[in-house]
């Protein structure tokens, strides 16, 4: 996986703009009061564009990732002085045991990342996990495909991904004898010429597992959204954005 994400590296930010909407949804969910700075734990942080713009907006942000070489990218963009944000490189199953317990005002888990945990087990570990960084009430964001499409429909891949720099293509199959998807990312420059093709393994959970196992680590509200505008999830969505707060 480390590779998969190095390759795309210098295309991310491309591929995966920063969308005003989510910034506003987060804002929503984890308000500003005067005079606070707001803590909040982005796992999965990828190149940072989400935690920096909290950044630059008076939150205080430590984002986390698995790839050293996104971390890296990460603390270029850090913009200074570097009082209210950090970017480590570390595990997101070792957070619980690197932060304080009730030390988070919120908690972002964005674009799949709880997916490239390798179970259920491994998933519901995550979320007893995190939900004991959490401050009374605090929110845990996170945002999933829709692994109902995916599986019921048997779609076996996104709409390709456009820029002037590239073009990204999204291919997902079974993974014979395991309850896993083979997620194949293939990226063309704006020549069509192939640039790399990786593949990852990702658990691909369901809505109501989901839920399953947010019950179960703790968190008691739990609400479904289609993407960061706020609509309400009905299935059709090929996003799932969730909030749980105990």
Do not use: W
Request: aromatic letters at 10%; proline letters at 5%.
């Amino acid at each position: 996986m480390s590779q998969f994400y190095e390759d795309l590296l210098e295309y991310y930010d491309d591929i995966f703009p920063l969308e005003e909407d989510r910034i506003t949804f987060i804002e929503t969910q984890v308000p500003r009061q005067p005079g606070a700075s707001p803590k909040i734990l982005d796992v999965g942080c990828a190149t940072g564009s989400t935690a920096v713009a909290l950044i630059k907006r008076g939150y205080t942000v430590t984002g986390i990732d698995l790839n050293a070489a996104m971390i890296q990218s990460a603390n270029r963009r850090n913009p200074e002085p570097k009082t209210n944000g950090r970017f480590l490189h570390m595990d997101m199953l070792e957070a619980a045991d690197f932060f304080p317990q009730n030390s988070f005002d919120g908690i972002l888990c964005l674009g799949n990342t709880l997916a490239h945990l390798r179970d259920a087990q491994k998933i519901g570990t995550f979320l007893s996990k995190i939900r004991k960084l959490l401050k009374g009430g605090a929110p845990f964001i996170f945002q999933v495909i829709n692994y109902e499409l995916v599986l019921d429909k048997k779609i076996q891949g996104l709409p390709d991904v456009i820029t002037s720099r590239c073009r990204f293509v999204r291919r997902y199959d079974p993974i014979p004898g395991e309850q896993a998807l083979r997620f194949t990312a293939s990226l063309y420059s704006s020549t069509d010429q192939l640039v790399f093709k990786d593949e990852t393994r990702l658990y691909p959970i369901r809505a109501a597992e989901l839920t399953t196992l947010l019950q179960d680590s703790g968190f008691g509200t739990i609400e479904y959204y289609k993407d960061f505008s706020g609509t309400r999830f009905d299935g059709t969505s090929i996003a799932l954005v969730g909030i749980a707060s105990v």
